[in-house]
């Protein structure tokens, strides 16, 4: 469930009541009194008035987003790799991002100009590294229960990344207060699936996902991103396209004889995996096969990918 604000008196109450001790008869007047002044409700929710730090000269904010168009932090955030992500937030390039002492906010970009609380943080040690981690950190559990629930609207016009607060946090806008983490790995359509080993691995745990491929045969597409080379194989068995995508999570290779020459290490970081035809699982199985050669002449993944037969 997401609490969505559309900045009526609502949207407040429901970030207020989420902060605040209350009780059933205090919540009602709450609600009666913010409902009589509608209109100062118009004015967005900053996401200091969530955190109420007041110390900006010592305070910095770093967004992370995906670098050179392949590692996203927010992956990390995903899949719960803490350190990994921790390590993004307080890492020194050629010359020192924060000083002992100060207070770091750390957003995590969803989408355009959607970002994610993920961490506030206090410097307690500069460990003198550089191209590393940098800082020792001790996180500041006040605010942990806003950690990957608080969803900022920022634009950001400048080229860096780490920013005093001076300089933006008045800027930032709650867009969203959701009830549980952030979670964005619903099944998106099957035209739309292009996930990594990785990320396969993780999803194919969610309902949505199990429903989606577990009565669909078809046509998939594995694609090696560290040389291009391509893989067309079909999916007409038990638990259809789940079936045969969860076999390549056990062993990689799935039993394909064309992967096996490949290493598990290999597999789980440059494989993707996408889907190229769907059909009900009454569809003959041969009519599968059939379209599977189809691709794989069309692709020509016998002559210069892997497919072997």
């Known amino acids: 469930m997401n609490i969505t604000f559309n900045w009526s008196c609502h949207a407040y109450l429901s970030w207020f009541l989420l902060t605040q001790k209350h009780t059933p008869a205090y919540d009602m007047?709450?609600?009666w009194a913010l409902c009589e002044k509608e209109n100062m409700m118009k004015t967005p929710i900053k996401l200091n008035d969530i955190l109420q730090l007041s110390d900006l000269a010592n305070l910095k904010i770093r967004m992370l987003t995906t670098y050179s168009n392949t590692t996203n932090p927010l992956d990390f955030f995903r899949s719960n790799n803490n350190d990994e992500l921790m390590s993004w937030l307080f890492w020194n390039y050629s010359k020192k991002s924060f000083k002992v002492g100060?207070?770091?906010i750390g957003l995590l970009r969803?989408?355009?100009?959607?970002?994610l609380l993920f961490n506030v943080s206090k410097v307690t040690k500069d460990l003198n590294k550089f191209s590393g981690l940098g800082f020792e950190y001790e996180i500041m559990s006040q605010y942990q229960k806003y950690f990957g629930r608080v969803i900022v609207e920022y634009k950001n016009k400048a080229q860096t990344l780490i920013r005093k607060a001076?300089?933006?946090l008045d800027d930032c806008t709650v867009a969203q207060?959701?009830?549980?983490?952030?979670?964005?790995?619903?099944?998106?359509?099957?035209?739309k699936v292009n996930i990594t080993w990785e990320v396969m691995n993780r999803v194919l745990k969610k309902s949505s996902w199990k429903t989606a491929l577990q009565n669909q045969k078809g046509v998939y597409l594995i694609t090696d991103s560290s040389t291009g080379k391509?893989?067309?194989g079909s999916a007409y068995g038990k638990d259809m396209l789940l079936g045969r995508w969860e076999a390549y999570l056990r062993t990689?290779?799935?039993g394909n004889v064309d992967l096996k020459e490949f290493d598990l290490k290999l597999i789980k970081e440059n494989f993707k995996y996408s889907i190229l035809d769907i059909f009900k699982s009454t569809v003959e199985d041969n009519f599968i096969i059939a379209r599977e050669n189809w691709w794989k002449e069309t692709l020509m993944t016998r002559a210069f990918g892997y497919n072997k037969n």
Request: overall charge negative; aromatic content about 14%.
């Open 102 to 104: 100060e207070i770091v």
């Open 110 to 115: 969803l989408d355009g100009d959607r970002w």
């Open 177 to 191: 207060i959701i009830e549980d983490k952030y979670e964005d790995e619903e099944f998106p359509g099957y035209e």
């Open 230 to 232: 391509m893989y067309v």
């Open 252 to 254: 990689g290779h799935g």
């Open 29 to 31: 007047q709450l609600n």
């Open 166 to 168: 001076s300089g933006m």
